[in-house]
């Protein structure tokens, strides 16, 4: 799935230090517009540079995959060369990326659950050479490779280990990706990629050609049926808020109405996500973070 743009990733001379590559994930996620980024307002400061610093490093690696002309051989070879110097970054080997040295830092600081980075990667390169999923369950163990393993290690930074937090943390994440699979059919497309499952499409009597060529009534019709699990997945996220400190909780309460307000302009206008792609704009998201902001305490949100 497209995340934004690739980010240059390149230091001054003088090699980058973990403040100035902490400084560079934050600008990055600020100026992408990131719907996430409306949430890290509510964290604390070093929260929310490792959030940022996390989002860079899974931008980064999506568009590996997704950005560029190159051939489908070098782009793997790419992402893993992209995988061993993470791998090297955690390990203490000095990098020139200020992304992986962000990243680095904040494994170490919060205790990221390494394995799931790496099952990131992993997820992000099956899209190099998977374009299609036969079953409902492979589409959701995608879920979870790709949006999952950013989830638990958004739990780690915000410091909630209960089980309960982390199945609604899948939960959640799920939600957010089932979401980016409806909101980009048409893009996905373009990439001869279809997210939603055959075997369901078949049953709904909806045939490959008509989710690579602009859709049909019946394809919106199924794609109103994985919103409803969506908002599902939504609904039981809630879970989480009890272990979770207030600041971390209204960060997620944000990002998740944010991202279910586009699941919701894409329930509303019928699916039809081929004319204009769903999306919230600044006023609607600022309307969503203010109230929060506000019956938080504004003094001690900004005080961090």
């Known amino acids: 799935m497209k995340i934004a743009t690739r980010p240059v990733d390149t230091g001054s001379t003088a090699p980058p230090t973990v403040r100035s590559s902490l400084a560079y994930c934050d600008a990055l996620a600020r100026n992408a517009g990131a719907n996430f980024y ?14 940022s610093a996390l989002y860079a490093f899974a931008r980064t690696t999506d568009d ?15 992402l893993e060369r992209w995988r061993g110097e993470l791998l090297a970054a955690l390990n203490g ?11 680095a830092d904040c494994a170490r600081r919060f205790q990221l659950p390494v394995d799931e980075l790496l ?13 299609r999923y036969e079953t409902m ?11 999952g393993t950013v989830g638990l290690n958004m739990l780690a930074i915000l410091g909630a280990k209960h089980p309960v937090a982390e199945r609604a943390m899948l939960d959640l994440a799920t939600a ?30 909806v045939a490959e050609h008509e989710v690579l060529s602009g859709g049909s009534d019946a ?50 206008r019928d699916c039809d ?32």
């Open 219 to 268: 394809l919106r019709r199924y794609m109103r049926q994985v919103g409803a699990q969506a908002k599902d997945r939504y609904r039981l996220s809630g879970a989480m808020s009890p272990h979770l400190a207030p600041r971390a909780a209204n960060a997620l309460t944000v990002m998740r109405c944010i991202y279910e307000g586009i699941l919701d302009q894409i329930l509303w």
């Open 176 to 205: 957010f990706q089932l979401t980016n699979i409806l909101r980009d059919v048409p893009e996905d497309a373009r990439r001869d990629r279809i997210y939603l499952p055959l075997d369901e499409l078949k049953t709904h009597g």
């Open 38 to 51: 409306w949430g890290f307002h509510l964290l604390a400061s070093e929260e929310r540079l490792a959030m």
């Open 119 to 131: 099952a990131l990667v992993d997820g992000c390169a099956q899209d190099l050479h998977k374009t």
């Open 273 to 304: 996500v081929w004319s204009r792609r769903p999306k919230l704009s600044a006023l609607r998201k600022a309307r969503i973070l203010l109230p929060v902001l506000f019956n938080s305490g504004l003094g001690n949100l900004i005080s961090g």
């Open 64 to 78: 590996i995959v997704d950005e560029g002309t190159s051939s489908i051989a070098e782009r793997d070879v790419q």
């Open 93 to 103: 080997v000095s990098s020139s990326s200020r992304i992986l040295i962000a990243v």
């Open 137 to 147: 369950d492979e589409t959701l163990d995608y879920c979870r490779k790709v949006a």
